[in-house]
Antibody, heavy 123, light 112 residues
């Protein structure tokens, strides 16, 4: 059974850099066909897709946030890491990590989600 | 970026009755391989989102067969044949054609 758990700071100050970790169990992040996304949801608002990394470590980012985001893998810990620079109060949200089920071109749907980690940006 | 729209944004439904949600994309989601790169998710109150439908019409594992996805190109529909109380939540469509994925605004389904 594949599970995923997000972790990171609950509170960050404006202008700081946020680092979030997504830890997988039951599957290796190096598995061929493995794609992982980060998604966030501000309080009471819709889901917003942020970034994706595939099995070849090709990366893709939200157009509006690409200058602030970096997604990477730590294969020694079976983790996917997201960093977001220059945090602002509007970045307050629950951040989710999700595994994309194998399919042509990371298209199998995000079938395993973590419980999310809530991040508040405030001084 | 591909822009996703949904209608209605609010959907009150009587249990046992059918429900339908429309999703439109600003560009065709039909890939050269014949698949439509469109997913449907539901986020039930207090829970993480969960996958319902992928590639336009393929039900995810464990999803009841009262849920179905249809459509092609730019117009898609999620149908629930008979709504149950447990189906309350916000339903999102999402395009996965471009590696820069985008979600729709969500449709809130609740029980009359």
């Amino acid at each position: 059974q594949v599970t995923v758990r997000e972790s990171g700071p609950a509170l960050v100050k404006p202008t700081q850099t946020l680092t979030l970790t997504c830890t997988f169990s039951g599957v290796s992040v190096t598995t061929s066909g493995m794609c992982v996304s980060w998604i966030r949801q501000p309080p009471g608002k819709a889901l917003e897709w942020l970034a994706l990394i595939d099995w070849d470590e090709d990366t893709y980012y939200s157009t509006s946030l690409k200058t602030r985001l970096t997604i990477s893998k730590d294969t020694s810990k079976n983790q996917v890491v997201l960093t977001m620079t220059n945090m602002d109060p509007v970045d307050t949200a629950t951040y989710y990590c999700a595994r994309i089920s194998p399919g042509p071109g990371c298209s199998g749907g995000m079938d395993v989600w973590g419980q999310g980690t809530t991040v508040t940006v405030s001084s | 970026d591909i822009v996703m729209t949904q209608s209605p944004l609010s959907l009150p439904v009587t249990p046992g009755e059918p429900a339908s949600i429309s999703c439109r994309s600003s560009q065709s989601l039909l890939h050269d391989n014949g698949y439509n790169y469109l997913d449907w998710y539901v986020q039930k109150p207090g829970q993480s989102p969960q996958l319902l439908i992928y590639l336009g019409s393929h039900r995810a594992s464990g999803v009841p067969d009262r849920f179905s996805g249809s459509g092609s190109g730019t117009d898609f529909t999620l149908k629930i044949s008979r709504v149950e109380a447990e189906d309350v939540g916000v339903y999102y469509c999402m395009q996965a054609l471009q590696a820069t994925f985008t979600f729709g605004p969500g449709t809130k389904l609740d029980i009359k």
